[in-house]
């Protein structure tokens, strides 16, 4: 296996860093020597975080608590890392949430709001801080989707498109970028160990159950698959067999069966 390229000294910016795929990154990001700047709403969850990243490794965190679904929260951040002259060298493109339920019943606010964190706030930070990458010729983002891109999901009708829009940005990035030094990689997930089905509202089925990952070996395949400049991975064995029988389905026959996955 190459080895992979030293970020030890480097600051990275995790979403939704408080809980869950972005609480393993900012972990596994320390341990590779990164510095940090960490992001979510809820600042108390932040600073527990930041206290036992700090106990366990000798990097700067930094939190920040903000609610990315406005569009001055995500400029404020960028003009707080200018002001402070944080050179954010990795974006972990990681908040997210999902909205269970038939689309004819969720709340407008609740789609709204998924719609704003999972699609708006993630074009808006790598509009703003792709440039001075660009400017200092190094640079890594990582896109947080999910399996469910890859097809029409009923009951995570609105969330499953987001993902879909996700992954084609972050493709079409990496292939706008790939004569530069700049790193893109959409890393697509499937079932992991985290509270987002609880936030969402569902409950986890059977299948989801036996096919859950860790939220480590995500994050794990996730970073190795930024640092070896992949356009997108899909962790885990049966997430990728998965995705790949899907290639071979009718739509319609896809759908039918995403739904009964959901179900």
Same mark, same amino acid.
């Given at each position: 296996?190459?080895?992979?390229p030293?970020?030890?000294?480097?600051?990275?910016?995790?979403?939704?860093?408080?809980?869950?795929?972005?609480?393993?990154?900012?972990? #596994?990001?320390a341990? /590779?020597?990164?510095?940090?700047?960490?992001?979510?709403?809820?600042?108390?969850?932040?600073?527990?975080?930041?206290?036992?990243?700090?106990?366990? *490794?000798?990097?700067?965190?930094?939190?920040?608590?903000?609610?990315?679904?406005?569009?001055?929260?995500?400029? @404020?951040?960028?003009?707080?890392?200018?002001?402070? @002259?944080?050179?954010?060298?990795?974006?972990?493109?990681?908040?997210?949430?999902?909205?269970?339920?038939?689309?004819?019943?969720?709340?407008? #606010?609740?789609?709204?709001?998924?719609?704003?964190?999972?699609?708006?706030?993630?074009?808006?930070?790598?509009?703003?801080? /792709?440039?001075?990458?660009? *400017?200092?010729?190094?640079?890594?983002?990582? &896109?947080?989707?999910?399996?469910?891109?890859?097809?029409?999901?009923?009951?995570?009708?609105? *969330?499953?498109?987001?993902?879909?829009? !996700?992954?084609?940005?972050?493709?079409?990035?990496?292939?706008?970028?790939?004569?530069?030094?700049?790193?893109?990689?959409?890393?697509?997930p499937?079932?992991?160990?985290t509270?987002?089905?609880?936030?969402?509202? #569902?409950?986890?089925?059977? &299948?989801?159950?036996?096919?859950?990952?860790?939220s480590?070996?995500?994050?794990?395949?996730?970073?190795?698959?930024?640092?070896?400049?992949?356009?997108?991975?899909?962790?885990?064995?049966?997430?990728?067999?998965?995705?790949? !029988?899907?290639?071979?389905?009718?739509? @319609?026959?896809?759908?039918?069966?995403? *739904? @009964?996955?959901?179900?």
């Amino acid at each position: 296996m190459a080895e992979l390229p030293d970020i030890k000294g480097k600051t990275a910016l995790v979403t939704g860093a408080s809980s869950g795929i972005g609480m393993e990154f900012a972990f #596994q990001l320390a341990a /590779l020597g990164c510095n940090l700047v960490i992001v979510a709403r809820n600042e108390e969850a932040l600073k527990i975080v930041r206290k036992e990243i700090t106990e366990q *490794y000798p990097v700067e965190v930094t939190v920040i608590a903000a609610d990315l679904t406005q569009e001055q929260a995500v400029e @404020k951040l960028f003009r707080d890392m200018v002001q402070n @002259k944080k050179q954010i060298e990795i974006l972990i493109n990681n908040a997210g949430v999902g909205v269970f339920g038939e689309f004819q019943n969720t709340s407008w #606010q609740k789609e709204l709001g998924m719609l704003r964190l999972d699609i708006l706030s993630v074009v808006q930070l790598t509009k703003l801080f /792709l440039p001075p990458m660009l *400017y200092h010729k190094s640079g890594y983002i990582l &896109f947080v989707s999910s399996v469910a891109a890859f097809q029409p999901c009923p009951l995570y009708a609105t *969330y499953a498109a987001s993902k879909s829009f !996700i992954q084609n940005f972050g493709e079409a990035l990496a292939f706008e970028l790939s004569d530069t030094p700049i790193s893109v990689t959409v890393l697509a997930p499937g079932v992991t160990s985290t509270h987002f089905h609880a936030t969402a509202g #569902q409950p986890l089925t059977s &299948f989801q159950k036996m096919s859950m990952m860790d939220s480590r070996s995500v994050v794990s395949e996730g970073i190795r698959a930024l640092l070896n400049k992949r356009t997108s991975v899909i962790p885990g064995w049966g997430n990728k067999i998965l995705i790949f !029988i899907e290639r071979f389905l009718p739509r @319609k026959l896809s759908t039918w069966f995403a *739904y @009964k996955f959901m179900k």
